[in-house]
């Protein structure tokens, strides 16, 4: 998980900018007091993740039979897109 928010192809930053963005939204603070007691750390932002990552298990879908190529290029629109929004795409 720490490649791609290190690489500066795809996210380029750290968690330490990652937790203090997390801190900086209300919403993301109110929904990590509901499932992490207001703790927002690394470990608490690796663990939401992976909870989400589960959750995407879509074993039909046509984005599973993407070529390797293809998604890399999707990865980097979506994090040139997220940095020019001020978004985090994740």
Not at 5 to 14: A, G, I, K, Q, Y
Not at 30 to 53: C, H, P, W
Not at 54 to 75: E, F, Q, R, V, W
């Amino acid at each position: 998980m720490d490649g791609p928010v290190h690489n500066p192809l795809e996210m380029n930053t750290n968690w330490s900018n990652i937790t203090d963005y997390v801190q900086s939204v209300q919403r993301y603070r109110s929904q990590f007091n509901d499932y992490f007691g207001g703790v927002i750390t690394d470990r608490t932002i690796k663990e939401a993740l992976v909870a989400f990552m589960s959750a995407l298990n879509t074993p039909d879908s046509p984005l599973t039979y993407i070529s390797k190529d293809k998604l890399m290029l999707c990865g980097l629109l979506l994090s040139k897109v997220g940095k020019s929004s001020n978004l985090w795409v994740v």
